[in-house]
Every structure is written in structure tokens, then in C-alpha cells.
């Protein structure tokens, strides 16, 4: 048996995300939509694996004719009452909303006659009605309580899909991510670039800028065999990182030796102390001012960590880094994915060294 499944996530990744489902055997593709993979998926698929996705949902209906006119409502409404939602809550775990209700979240892309929360309150009553609990509405700035079963409408032309969320919390809540600092990567954009790191032929990962060390993470649950290599200017960075890594490594893939794969150092993007050549790969979101300034040597001249970066990269190694501007010089562009994050357009640039 396959169940019609929804991946969500960040806007510009959702190839990556629609190619890991396949290599992963998770589920047959079905198409792409704005921030969705739509596949099918068999009983046995362990969907809360994927780590490129925000969130992965059980499709209850796909609804078409949802124009933008406000009969769009009623539409919705009747195909919320003919969702199976009993079997749906079943799949995610029991009927979660029994203790908690339920809660429904809806977006949808261009211009419509009704709002969001005229969505949720049109679905979310009638599958309150199907699964006999209280549905907690937001149009009056409600919080729906914590435990509340989550369900999903979106909507891309004139296409709705109505979904209930398969676990507790979104996917990009990652259970390793107990401390956090300003401007911390979204994880699964951090994914994204490791994934991207092509990391099987690698031995060490560098990150220069690791912040809370959410992208030597995902590097970790994506290839256990790396040695990881964190630095940053800020102390606290480093703690919340080494925390996080720690968390991680109780909960999934160790090291192989008994030992911990990641390494942790205070330093200066400036000033890397690696030797040269010494990383296969480095991934870095970089300090670009609008989150986190940079400071110490990269406060005068960011090009400096470009420079560093360069001179640790082995020969034949890759660079992925989120770029917000021009490719840095010294570089050549292998591959760019252009996504969408907090209102910005950055760029995944993967790069080679160039000639010179």
C-alpha cells in the first residue's frame, strides 16, 4: 500500500529534496510544486528521515478549482469533510487530537479574495467534526495549544492539498538543537549543503564560521566517517555548538571509535589554524552583517576569510558556502541553488579553486 505523501521546504532546495526521497527509496516523485515534493510513499518508509525537508505530511485530499474567489471556501470546506482523517491521525501516531485537538496552518501562492485564516477556519471545522475534537481557530490571535494534532492547506493555482503533519513538530526542529545563537542556520538548508559537499570521498570538513555547528552536524548524520573541524570567534558559539553536537551523537550515528568525531576551536575567519591543503571540504555561511557582524580580522576585510578558505582547501576539494553577493575571487562555480531565507535570496555556491 502507498500513501500520498507532501515534503515541505525551503524555496529554491526542493530538487534536493525530491532527489534525496529517491536515493533514499523513500517514495516514487510525483511533482514539484512551490516549497512541496509531492511522492508516494510505501507503509514501510522512514519519511522522518529526510533531512533536506522542513516538514513531511500525509495528503488526506487534492482538491482542484480553487480559484480565487470566495466560493473557493465552500469547496474546501466539502473536501475537508470527505478527508479520511481518522486514518490519517492513525498513520501519524494515533488521533493526537484527542488530548489536544486540532490546528490548521494555511498558505497559498498569489493574489485571493479570502485570507489564511478564512482557510483554517473552513478546513479545520470540519475536521474537527470528523475526528469529534475542538478545533483551535488563530483568526482571533489564538495559540493552539502545544499538543494540538497539525494539519496543513496550500494552495498553487488553482490546486489545494489538505495534509496532517506526521509528527509532533516540524522536521527542521531538529532534536540535537538544544542550544541556539543568533542567525543560526536553518537546518535543513545546512543539509542541503552537505549534501551538495558531495562528502563520500572527504576525511575532513572544515567550517571556519560554525556558529552553533549546525552544518558540521548534518554533515555528521549524512557520512558518520568525517572528522569535523568547527571554529569561531565568539565563545559562546562554541559552547552552544558543542552542546548541540553532543546531543546529537546520543541520538544517532557515533563516530565508530568510541571517540567524537567533531573538534571545537576558538579562531579567527582571518586566521584559520589549519595547514594548507588540510580539508577535502569546507562549508560556511558566512558573517555577512545583516544577522552577525563580522568581527575581529573579518570586520576590515571579508575577504580575508575567502583567502583562508582557499589556502585550507585541498586541491581537488570543494567549498560550499552561502553566498549573499558576488562568488568570491580565487573560485570557480561549480553549482549554485538560489533559495529563499527570512526574506533574502542567497545563493548555495559550490566552489572549486581556481587557476592561479
Known amino acids: 500500500m502507498h500513501t500520498f505523501a507532501v515534503a515541505r521546504a525551503v524555496h529554491g532546495i526542493e530538487p534536493l529534496v525530491a532527489t534525496e526521497i529517491r536515493r533514499s527509496r523513500l517514495g516514487v516523485v510525483r511533482g514539484l510544486r512551490h516549497r512541496e515534493v509531492w511522492f508516494e510513499a510505501t507503509d514501510e ?156 570521498g572527504a576525511g575532513t570538513v572544515l567550517d571556519p564560521c560554525c556558529g552553533a555547528g549546525t552544518t558540521l552536524i548534518e554533515a555528521h548524520a549524512l557520512a558518520p566517517h568525517l572528522r569535523l573541524l568547527g571554529f569561531d570567534h565568539d565563545p559562546a558559539a562554541l559552547s552552544a555548538a558543542a552542546a548541540n553536537a553532543r546531543a546529537a551523537l546520543a541520538g544517532g550515528p557515533s563516530a565508530g571509535d568510541g571517540g567524537s568525531p567533531f573538534g571545537w576551536g576558538v579562531a579567527d575567519g582571518g586566521g584559520i589554524p589549519v595547514p594548507d591543503g588540510g580539508a577535502e571540504r569546507v562549508l560556511v555561511n558566512p558573517p555577512w ?39 568570491p575571487p580565487g573560485f570557480a562555480l561549480e553549482e549554485a541553488v538560489r533559495v529563499s531565507l527570512s526574506g533574502r535570496h542567497p545563493v548555495i555556491a559550490v566552489l572549486r579553486k581556481g587557476r592561479g
Open 45 to 200: 518508509a522512514d519519511l522522518l528521515s529526510l533531512r533536506t525537508a522542513d516538514d513531511v505530511l500525509l495528503a488526506g485530499a487534492v482538491v482542484d478549482g480553487i480559484g480565487p474567489g470566495r466560493s473557493a471556501l465552500a469547496r474546501l470546506a466539502e473536501a475537508a469533510r470527505a478527508v479520511d482523517a481518522v486514518r490519517l491521525a492513525r498513520l501519524g501516531g494515533g488521533v493526537r487530537g484527542s488530548r489536544g485537538g486540532l490546528e490548521v496552518s494555511a498558505s497559498f501562492v498569489g493574489r485571493r479574495n479570502y485570507t489564511r485564516f478564512e482557510i483554517e477556519d473552513a478546513v479545520g471545522a470540519e475536521l474537527a467534526r470528523s475526528l469529534r475534537v475542538p478545533y483551535h481557530s488563530r483568526s482571533e490571535g489564538g495559540r493552539p495549544p502545544q499538543e494540538a494534532m497539525a494539519w496543513r492547506v496550500t494552495i498553487e493555482g488553482e490546486q489545494a492539498v489538505i495534509a496532517s503533519r506526521l509528527a509532533g513538530r516540524p522536521l527542521h526542529r531538529r532534536p540535537y538543537k538544544t542550544a541556539s545563537i543568533r542567525g543560526t542556520l536553518h537546518p535543513p538548508v545546512a543539509a542541503a549543503m552537505a549534501k551538495l559537499a558531495r562528502l563520500d
Open 289 to 327: 552583517g545583516r544577522q552577525v557582524p563580522p568581527r575581529g580580522m573579518l570586520a576590515g576585510d571579508l575577504g580575508l576569510l575567502w583567502r583562508e578558505v582557499r589556502r585550507v582547501l585541498a586541491a581537488d576539494g570543494l567549498a560550499v558556502a552561502l553566498v549573499h553577493d558576488d562568488i
